[in-house]
């Protein structure tokens, strides 16, 4: 395999051991910053120990403003009836970036390969996908590169017809090597495209109000740059150099600030270069912008992968002894999820009235706050003792999609007017298999006897209980379950 660009570091640490001829291109570039008034900082980038052409690769074609006509008539029909006006984004905005919205996958590192143009295919298309789908995918580059024709090694353009043709594979499934090898067509090729064109095909650089625009209708857009040895050693800043030189590189912008008046982008050259692969470049400055292009993901859903079965246990024995006389909290569950995946969550015990007489009521559900008045509707059983001594099962389960992090489940009992205590009891997280299905829809209609108040509120529908204004249950639709 090529050797990576990707390590991150310390620019000024690994300046003091950098070669003499390093350490001299970094004092011309200091000197010329000083002369021109430039706004940036210059290190010793990883990017810096190779040339530009081994790490760039964007080849306009001669004729791509004409191209670029002829795909946005071909797109015009498909896209005006699937447009997608993405709401979080309003051009308007004195500054917008979709890293914090949940539309920029990771920073890459494509090697001492000319791929750019993939990149930058994938990194539009991914940042569609993850907004319009709400979820965050590594589609494989390779895949393209192996197989779309749009270029190899030695540079390429634009690749977003392949991923409507053909689709991506998973990065898992046809990792990248940075080198170009023969095409492999037993690969599943989950992730497909729906539509591309430009943002502008009657002019070579959109305007600033145009890619703006762009940026809220499709999501983050595949540009054109200019690389120079300055935007090489890029630290940090604002990078103003203001090259004329030809576009040779392919980048994501994914969002701007009209305080620094300056693009966010994404490049493809790992963390140790930039700020932890990203940068802030002046508004017209080195070409950026060139020849932006948007593609619009189709409505999918990740591929399934399993996860370890049994994710959290929690158990108590009859000794413990576990009394509750009001709302309470009976287990709770905190674990961590390296990735999102779908979560089972089941609480088994038995109970019986420790004070008090039957006939009596309980209620017991889950959910991932501590307060005991809170409980996810699907989750909500209701159970009753009918004789002194009984005891009776105590079930709870639910399940939901979860993202990546730390988590905790708390399962919850809710009495009123008597003491019950529980016998041995567990409660256990457990990952859905993909065998059935991965993944989960849940409907719930409102119980009869507990349906007399509903507030509708954004995120959650909350029920209220007749006679009990301290119990109410909510259904948390923020989570899409």
């Known amino acids: 395999m090529a050797v990576s660009i990707t390590p991150p570091l310390d620019y000024e640490q690994r300046e003091l051991a950098a070669p003499g001829k390093i350490k001299s291109a970094l004092a011309d ?3 010329e910053a000083a002369a021109k008034g430039w706004t940036f900082e210059v290190g010793y980038t990883t990017a810096m120990d190779f040339a530009t052409e081994e790490i760039t690769g964007l080849k306009p ?35 917008f970036n979709w890293a914090d919205h949940g539309g920029v996958t990771g920073v890459r590192d494509q090697g001492t390969c000319g ?27 390779q895949d393209t590169l192996d197989c779309s024709g749009a270029g190899d090694c030695g540079g390429g353009w634009w690749a977003h017809q392949y991923l409507i043709d053909v689709g991506s594979a998973e990065e898992a499934d046809y990792p990248y090597v940075a080198s170009q090898g023969a095409c492999k067509t037993g690969v599943k090729r989950p992730y497909k495209a729906k539509a591309w064109g430009y943002v502008d095909s009657s002019n070579p650089i959109p305007s600033v109000e145009a890619l703006k625009q762009a940026l809220c209708e499709y999501g983050p857009l595949a540009v054109a740059v200019a690389v120079t040895p300055a935007f090489q050693a890029y630290t940090g800043g604002v990078f103003n150099e203001g090259s004329t030189a030809n576009v040779n590189h392919g980048v994501t912008l994914v969002g701007w600030d009209d305080s620094k008046e300056a693009w966010r982008i994404k ?10 692969g990203f940068m802030w470049i002046a508004y017209g400055c080195n070409k950026i912008g060139y020849a932006a292009s948007w593609v619009q993901a189709g409505a999918g859903i990740p591929p399934c992968k399993d996860g370890p079965s049994l994710i959290a246990y929690e158990a108590f024995n009859w000794p413990d002894k576990k009394q509750f006389s ?18 089972s969550f089941v609480a088994e015990s038995s109970a019986v009235i420790a004070e008090g007489s039957a006939p009596q009521y309980f209620r017991t559900g889950l959910y991932s706050g501590a307060a005991t008045n809170t409980m996810w509707t699907a989750s909500y059983r209701r159970g009753s003792f009918q004789a002194a001594g009984q005891h009776v099962p105590v079930h709870t389960s639910f399940a939901r999609k979860l993202p990546a992090g730390t988590h905790t489940i708390y399962w919850k009992i809710w009495l ?12 256990t997280a457990l990952a859905v298999p993909c065998s059935m299905g991965g993944q989960l829809q849940v409907e719930m209609a409102p119980l009869a006897e507990m349906a007399e108040t509903m507030v509708d509120e954004e995120a959650v529908i909350t029920t209220m209980l007749a006679g009990r204004p301290d119990l109410y249950v909510t259904i948390d639709r923020s989570a899409g379950d």
Not at 417 to 425: A, E, K, L, P, V
Request: proline share 3%; net charge negative; aromatic share 12%.
């Open 61 to 95: 074609p001669d004729n791509w403003l004409e191209l670029a006509k002829e795909q946005d008539l071909l797109a015009q029909p498909l896209e005006a009836r699937k447009r997608v006006f993405l709401g979080k984004c309003a051009a308007g905005a004195a500054a």
């Open 326 to 343: 009001s709302n309470a909290n009976v287990a709770s569950l905190t674990f961590t999820l390296p990735r999102e995946m779908y979560v």
């Open 416 to 427: 009123h007017g008597y003491t019950i205590q529980f016998d041995s009891g567990t409660l």
């Open 115 to 141: 791929s750019c143009w993939a990149f930058a295919t994938h990194g539009a298309f991914e940042g569609s996908y993850a907004i319009l789908n709400k979820a965050l995918i590594d589609s494989s580059e």
């Open 29 to 31: 570039l200091r000197s």
């Open 267 to 276: 490049n493809y050259w790992g963390t140790g270069w930039g700020e932890s």
